[in-house]
């Protein structure tokens, strides 16, 4: 079984960096797609990366391609690497691991996942 712990997430200035961490455990190397969410009060939980475990490929939403990276540190600990904050990035940030697999086109779909963090607030301030 798969279990998912955030942490990193705070406050931060427009313009700064914040990086979120993901421990995971019961997960087998490159055999998980695990992805990155956010969400805000009253809206959807929003796709933002996910990485395929082992293999390193990586995907990522137009409105954070080229600010954020996602990647994985270790075999169990995976993260999110944010630059460039901006007000709009405000958000509880989740991690997500899918039963097994690649991340596929439909990488950003909150269905394909299976477990999920807790989730870690990320509040930018302009």
């Known amino acids: 079984q798969v279990t998912l712990v955030e942490s990193g997430g705070g406050p931060v200035q427009a313009g700064g960096t914040l990086k979120l961490s993901c421990k995971a455990s019961g997960i087998t190397y490159n055999s998980h797609c695990v992805a990155w969410f956010r969400q805000t009060p009253g809206q959807e939980r929003e796709a933002v990366a996910a990485?395929?475990?082992?293999?390193?490929?990586t995907y990522y939403a137009d409105a954070v391609a080229g600010r954020f990276i996602v990647l994985q540190d270790s075999d169990t600990t995976f993260a999110l690497r944010m630059n460039n904050l901006a007000p709009e990035d405000t958000a509880v940030y989740y991690c997500?691991?899918?039963?097994?697999?690649?991340?596929?086109?439909?990488?950003?779909?909150?269905?394909?996942?299976?477990?999920w963090g807790q989730g870690t607030q990320v509040t930018v301030s302009s």
């Open positions: 997500a691991a899918n039963s097994g697999g690649p991340c596929g086109q439909s990488w950003a779909h909150t269905w394909r996942y299976t477990t």
């Open positions: 990485i395929r475990s082992g293999s390193g490929g």
